[in-house]
């Protein structure tokens, strides 16, 4: 096992697209990174740059107590796990699994032991003389972890590798990746732009945009206490509501609500702010109702029956937060995009994440408990979190 270091890493295409843009990164011996974000943002070039498959165009990367960036792939100690499995099809498990340890010209009892300790750590015990193509997609990828595991690499580096799976599948093999992780301990950094993997594996996880990191932070803190307003449009499912507001006297307004603060917030009192709310912070309070809890009126649009809860769907009035952040979190859009986007989009829309025992049906009229005390504040220049305010919320 080993740390990873990147000191201050950039990687240009072309003379002028700028994939990775200054990164500095530490992942601790043992730790499991995950880099996430969406679709271009650099982090599948930043594992391509660990595992020596694209140079650096500045900065150096550091693997234990070496320094890496010149180093082929193969002198890095690394095992790599891809979305495509990338497995032999005419061979069979068992040769797939050894196949980078006869490379090295390992001795034949220790390719045997390292193959069958692995086939065991995986399940795959009962499938060693099977070819790829017999094999379930699930299978096949747990061949590939297999195959990554008998090299006993200082690090795993993981490339989507769950991409391919159906719904099901990806919960299963998080689990196992989740369980394998605990029991091997090797260093891992991850890659994926589904952020339900990223907040269920990852100790810490690396949001990026554009190529430059946004946060680096432990999945909670990265719900709870998002450092602007890219993370906090992007982590979270569903998103968290934006909407402008204005903080004055003790209350925030936006659109036709007006919320008592349990607290003065001086870094956003007196002057127009955009205000988060976590879809789960909201309630049905005709199902629970707490005093302490200020209530809102809505007319619900959509209800969204999830079996455990009820997604419950109202417009706010006033104008969605349209910004290059929020619309950089959701999808890639050009400049002109955003323009027409506000054009066709005259309301917010919010999510109320509530109890599954609620009553609300679309087009009634329902009375909402929120809690103020997590509210999340973003400067709408900057799109910075309001550190009082992300302060206050993290300690309620």
């Not at 499991?32 to 391509?48: A, D, E, N, Q």
């Not at 955009?274 to 005709?286: K, N, Q, S, V």
Request: aromatic share 4%; net charge negative.
């Amino acid at each position: 096992m080993a740390r990873i270091v990147l000191e201050n890493v950039t990687k240009v295409f072309g003379g002028d697209v700028i994939a990775v843009d200054d990164v500095s990164l530490e992942i601790g011996d043992g730790e499991f990174m995950v880099l996430v974000g969406p679709s271009g943002c650099g982090k599948s070039t930043i594992l391509r740059i660990v595992a020596g498959l694209e140079d650096v165009t500045a900065g150096e990367v550091h693997i234990g107590d070496t320094q890496v960036t010149d180093l082929p792939p193969k002198e890095r100690d690394i095992a790599m796990v891809f979305q495509n499995y990338a497995l032999y099809p005419h061979m069979t498990v068992e040769q797939n699994i050894g196949f980078g340890l006869r490379l090295s010209r390992r001795p034949k009892d220790e390719i045997r032991r390292r193959v069958h300790d692995a086939a065991n750590t995986l399940g795959l015990e009962r499938l060693l003389e099977r070819k790829p193509a017999e094999l379930s997609g699930g299978q096949r990828q747990r061949v590939a972890m297999g195959r990554a595991m008998v090299r006993e690499p200082q690090a795993f580096l993981m490339d989507e590798p769950l991409s391919n799976l159906d719904a099901k599948l990806r919960v299963q093999m998080r689990a196992e990746l989740a369980r394998l992780h605990e029991r091997l301990g090797t260093t891992t950094l991850y890659v994926t732009h589904d952020q339900v993997e990223a907040m269920t594996l990852g100790h810490r996880v690396a949001v990026l945009r554009d190529g430059m990191l946004q946060q680096i932070d432990t999945p909670q803190n990265l719900y709870s206490r998002p450092a602007n307003l890219f993370v906090a449009a992007f982590i979270g499912s569903p998103p968290m509501n934006l909407v402008e507001a204005t903080v004055s006297d003790g209350r925030v307004a936006f659109g036709e609500h007006e919320i008592a603060l349990p607290s003065e917030l001086p870094d956003a009192a007196g002057r127009t702010v955009i205000l988060g709310i976590r879809p789960a912070d909201f309630e049905d309070a005709d199902v629970w109702h707490d005093a302490r809890r200020p209530t809102i009126e809505v007319t619900a649009e959509v209800t969204e029956e999830l079996g455990s809860e009820m997604n419950v769907i109202f417009p706010v009035q006033a104008p969605p937060v349209l910004t290059e952040d929020t619309l950089a979190a959701a999808t890639d859009v050009e400049d002109d995009a955003v323009q027409l986007m506000a054009e066709i989009h005259e309301r917010a829309r919010f999510c109320a994440r509530v109890d599954a025992r609620s009553k609300i049906r679309p087009g009634a009229t329902a009375r909402l408990s929120v809690d103020p005390g997590r509210f999340h504040y973003f400067d709408p220049a900057t799109g910075q979190a309001l550190e009082r305010a992300r302060a206050m919320s993290a300690s309620v």
